[in-house]
């Protein structure tokens, strides 16, 4: 007798292919552009920050360093050994404020550079804002080109507000840093210990995380894809 086939089951009906996006009109396509420039300026100034930031931290260190030396010599400190020692404290203290002045020109010039990478980075967001605006003004209702940079926008505008709240914490401890001290100050010793908590301050970066900043720009750039078709 011949060999009974294996009957098949029924095949499932295939789901319908959801059909591919429309690639975007020119309108997007500018919006996307925009977005493309922006994460350029936002890298830039990210790069800028962090190099700058490593700047400032050894120069603050350094005068954190010069302001301990300085209490030393110039307070009623032990000296243990060298008390007896003829002109070690002169020596020192004169040290010491030759130190703090390198040190606070260093962090004069790195302030410098800090104020404006974040004055880089709010006029690139501001004009980011701008554009994006002015194509959802125009674009097609539900673009979402434009929701999608709207987004970006809205991100990289709280970020910039971050880096607004460091720099005005640094600027406070660079005017703290860059005051000259008084020569023999009975509060010499204080303030050489609340140096120690600026340098830890600064190093933390207590508002700011630019690691987040750098996720954005990647997802901004991702979006914003030079490789589309122009309808």
């Given at each position: 007798?011949p060999k009974?086939?294996?009957?098949?089951?029924?095949?499932?009906p295939?789901?319908?292919k959801a059909?591919?996006?429309?690639?975007?009109t020119?309108?997007?396509?500018?919006v996307m552009?925009?977005?493309?420039?922006?994460c350029t300026?936002?890298d830039?100034s990210?790069?800028?920050?962090?190099k700058?930031s490593?700047?400032?931290?050894?120069?603050?260190?350094?005068?954190?360093?010069s302001?301990?030396r300085l209490?030393?010599?110039?307070t009623?400190?032990?000296?243990?050994?060298?008390?007896d020692?003829?002109?070690?404290?002169?020596g020192?203290g004169?040290r010491?404020r030759?130190s703090l002045?390198?040190h606070?020109?260093?962090l004069?010039e790195?302030?410098r550079g800090?104020e404006?990478?974040?004055?880089?980075?709010?006029a690139?967001?501001?004009?980011?804002?701008?554009?994006v605006d002015?194509?959802?003004a125009?674009?097609a209702?539900?673009?979402?080109?434009?929701e999608?940079?709207s987004q970006?926008s809205?991100?990289?505008?709280?970020?910039?507000r971050t880096?607004?709240?460091?720099?005005a914490?640094?600027?406070?401890?660079?005017?703290?840093?860059l005051?000259d001290?008084?020569?023999?100050?009975a509060g010499?010793?204080?303030r050489?210990e609340?140096?120690?908590?600026y340098?830890?301050a600064w190093?933390l970066g207590v508002y700011?995380?630019?690691?987040?900043?750098?996720?954005?720009?990647?997802?901004g750039?991702?979006?914003a894809?030079?490789n589309?078709n122009?309808v």
């Open positions: 007798m009974k086939s294996p009957s098949k089951s029924p095949r499932e295939r789901e319908p059909p591919p996006p429309p690639p975007p020119r309108d997007e396509l500018a552009r925009v977005v493309e420039q922006a300026s936002l830039l990210r790069r800028r920050w962090v700058l490593d700047s400032g931290k050894a120069a603050l260190s350094g005068w954190a360093n302001m301990q209490a030393y010599a110039e009623d400190q032990p000296w243990g050994l060298l008390a020692c003829e002109g070690v404290l002169e020192v004169a010491a030759t002045g390198t606070r020109t260093q004069e790195a302030m800090l404006a990478a974040v004055g880089a980075m709010r690139a967001v501001v004009t980011l804002r701008q554009r002015a194509a959802a125009g674009a209702a539900g673009s979402v080109a434009v999608r940079a970006v809205g991100h990289a505008e709280r970020i910039a880096f607004e709240q460091e720099i914490l640094r600027r406070a401890i660079a005017g703290e840093a005051a001290p008084e020569p023999g100050s010499e010793p204080a050489a609340r140096a120690k908590l340098l830890s190093v700011v995380e630019p690691d987040e900043l750098e996720e954005l720009i990647a997802s750039r991702a979006f894809d030079p589309r122009v």
